[in-house]
Nanobody, 116 residues
């Protein structure tokens, strides 16, 4: 089965940094696109960043210039480097992927809390 396991969340001061990791198994990692999403209570899950199989990246405007998504195909891991964190970045962050014809898969999420 497909599994995505996020880690690296925590409590950080505004202006600080965190690196999230998403360990992937049960899927051919190198040919899939992966995304990081975030969600706060009462709100929809929003796309933060995506990275294609070829390494092409896209970012939400709210994180552009501060966050970097990357992937290590040898480790089957997707990363989200988050710099210059703001209180509004506080959310549960999820790793996700949508292989063609196979539905959408999510990790369990990791909490990121940014203090003023």
């Amino acid at each position: 089965q497909v599994q995505l396991v996020e880690s690296g969340g925590g409590l950080v001061q505004a202006g600080g940094s965190l690196r999230l990791s998403c360990a992937v198994s049960g899927i051919t990692f190198n040919i899939n696109t992966f995304g990081w999403y975030r969600q706060t209570p009462g709100k929809q899950r929003d796309l933060v960043a995506i990275i294609s199989s070829g390494g092409t990246t896209n970012y939400a405007d709210s994180v552009k210039g501060r966050f970097t998504i990357s992937r290590d195909n040898a480790k089957n891991t997707v990363y989200l480097q988050m710099n210059s964190l703001k209180p509004e970045d506080t959310a549960v962050y999820y790793c996700g992927t949508n292989p063609p014809g196979r539905g959408y898969y999510w990790g369990q999420g990791t909490q990121v809390t940014v203090r003023s």
